[in-house]
């Protein structure tokens, strides 16, 4: 058994093809994000990756669409997202494959 903390972490991500991990692989990643009030991330979008984003609690926006706890989005390959947090939570984050540099941003 290994014990760690989320902190520990690159912006939460745990899995994938990346250091540090818990499991490295390149069929997936996942994390677990924390986000507080105000954060926001570029807009951007995935040539080779799918996305799937489960809001665990908080308020956040994608493409000003509000999404709150329960709410699941599942972003394909070559959709444009823009995120921001309305009220600090937590997002739980799936994207396949594990594809380096596989993140475009756009104005």
């Known amino acids: 058994m290994n014990i760690t903390k989320l902190k ?3 912006r939460g991500w745990l899995i994938g ?3 540090p991990n818990v499991i490295k692989t390149n069929q997936f990643e996942f994390g677990i994000k924390k986000y507080i009030t105000g954060d926001e991330e570029d807009k951007h979008y ?3 990756a799918q996305e799937v984003t489960v809001i ?3 308020i956040f926006s994608i493409n000003e669409i509000i999404l709150k ?3 699941v989005v599942f ?3 070559n959709e444009e997202s823009k995120f921001k947090c309305i009220a600090s939570g937590y997002t739980a984050v799936i994207k396949t ?6 993140k475009y941003i756009t104005k």
């Open 8 to 10: 520990d972490y690159t």
């Open 17 to 19: 093809n990346f250091d």
């Open 46 to 48: 995935h040539k080779i």
């Open 56 to 58: 665990i609690n908080g």
């Open 69 to 71: 706890e329960g709410d």
């Open 75 to 77: 972003l394909q390959k």
């Open 97 to 102: 494959p594990s594809a380096k540099d596989d």
